[in-house]
């Protein structure tokens, strides 16, 4: 199988109200595992007129907003109406294809991929022409919940814990989270979740 492991940096958390600051991606094959540091890689930082945010959310990102300050080219600089169409020519360069609407449709991965990331991807330029999600998604929680103790899907950080990570902190820088959920992922393509049912 093969999947796209996504992750994006934002000003805040209202997709109508702030902004994607940062894209990261990596195309996974299940079928043909590749050093994490080999995965064919995505990353862009996306320039608005102005940026609008909660103080959380730009404080987090202080290093995206000093990138994206700098004057000299950046060839991982883009608009957010650029943004779509040169994922979308990474993924075809990658072996992805196009649905009979000429859409490429992906399984994407993700920690909280369908609540938080989607949510932003969708109002981009593009979004359902260009590229698009399959409706169902990874998240790496379901794989760590411990179903007796816990009361709710754990975070990014209790799943790297659980999984042995030597550093279990969260990056919040794109590339380096859709780094972590594939590997979050990794140990269960050996042995797959129905195979574990009597």
Request: some cysteine; charged content about 25%; glycine content about 4%.
């Amino acid at each position: 199988m093969r999947y796209l492991s996504l992750d994006l940096e934002t000003s805040g958390s209202n997709p109508q109200r702030h902004q994607i600051l940062e894209l990261a991606a990596v195309v996974e094959d299940t079928r043909q595992l590749r050093p994490l540091a080999e995965l064919p890689a995505f990353r862009r930082v996306v320039r608005h007129p102005e940026y609008t945010g909660t103080a959380g959310a730009l404080a987090l990102n202080a290093r995206l907003l000093a990138e994206l300050a700098r004057k000299e080219p950046n060839p991982e600089l883009c608009t957010p109406e650029e943004l779509l169409p040169q994922l979308r020519e990474f993924l075809l360069a990658h072996g992805f294809k196009t649905d009979k609407h000429d859409c490429v449709a992906v399984t994407m991965a993700g920690k909280n991929i369908a609540v938080f990331d989607l949510r932003f991807l969708r109002e981009l330029p593009g979004y359902g022409t260009l590229v698009r999600a399959e409706p169902a998604m990874l998240d790496p929680a379901a794989f760590y919940l411990n179903w007796h103790k816990d009361t709710r899907l754990p975070t990014m950080q209790t799943c790297k814990a659980r999984a042995g990570f030597e550093d279990d902190t969260v990056a919040h820088e794109a590339l380096a989270d859709a780094l972590d959920v594939v590997q979050l992922l990794r140990p269960f393509y050996e042995l797959p979740g129905y195979k574990m049912v009597k």
